[in-house]
């Protein structure tokens, strides 16, 4: 599986906007980019997933570079409850999921 | 309506034992995984079942590790002679599809297993 590389954690204020970047430079053309989230002491959410274009759903927005060598999970106003690891995944054909370490975001209030 | 739930919450074994996971995925998901997540480290791929089809067991990290899906619905991780290193959580999650359009995984809680 290609590999993401994301920072291991960032901070944010509530009722801020964060900006969550990922790099995965290695994307094949078929490769999706997914994204979950891990609360503490629960099993990991899907966040959202996009290919090329840019996403938007009730949780957040996606944005992909034009290259797609990179990308952007947005949070428009950060919550204490969206304090939580956030993965980047890349994910081909086939259905399994490589999670790295991810980004452990802070909301402060 | 009901999502993914796994059984105990907790486990503690000594080492050496046997030791049950139980897995209920989500109503008319045919994709189950298994995964594992050590302390502090991302989530690990162990094995996949879908529908009927022979289950990807790839992910296991020896023979000691099991496990089934018994009418397309339930799944039971085993796992024999516990050793210290098998503690971690064991996260189960399912999904209405698994090739093609990407669906969305659900997980459930996990099961945290300590083996002393």
């Known amino acids: 599986d290609a590999k993401t590389t994301q920072p291991n954690s960032m901070e944010s204020n509530e009722e801020e906007p964060v900006h969550l970047p990922c790099n995965h430079s290695?994307?094949?053309?078929?490769?999706?980019i997914h994204w979950y989230r891990q609360l503490p002491s629960q099993g990991p959410e899907y966040v959202i997933h996009?290919?090329?274009s840019n996403v938007n759903n009730r949780m957040a927005s996606l944005a992909i570079a034009e290259d797609r060598k990179s990308s952007t999970l947005i949070l428009h106003r950060a919550t204490l409850r969206d304090a939580a690891v956030y993965y980047c995944?890349?994910?081909?054909?086939?259905?399994?999921?490589?999670f790295g370490k991810g980004t452990l975001l802070t909301v402060n209030p | 309506g009901a999502g993914v739930s796994q059984s105990p919450s907790n486990k503690v074994t000594e080492k050496g034992k046997d030791v049950e996971l139980r897995c209920d995925p989500i109503?008319?998901?045919?994709?189950l995984y298994w995964y594992r997540q050590s302390l502090g480290q991302g989530l690990e791929f162990l094995i996949y079942?879908?529908?009927?089809?022979?289950?990807?067991k790839s992910g296991l990290p020896s023979d000691r590790f099991s496990a089934e899906r018994t009418g397309g619905s339930v799944s039971t991780l085993t796992i024999q002679r516990t050793q210290q290193e098998d503690s971690a959580v064991y996260l189960c999650?399912?999904?209405?599809?698994?090739?093609?359009?990407?669906?969305?995984?659900?997980f459930g809680p996990g099961t945290r297993l300590t083996v002393l």
């Open positions: 079942f879908q529908g009927n089809s022979a289950p990807d």
């Open positions: 995944i890349l994910r081909g054909s086939n259905y399994k999921l490589t």
């Open positions: 109503s008319g998901h045919t994709a």
């Open positions: 996009g290919l090329t």
């Open positions: 999650a399912s999904s209405q599809k698994s090739s093609g359009i990407p669906f969305e995984q659900f």
């Open positions: 290695t994307i094949s053309g078929t490769d999706y």
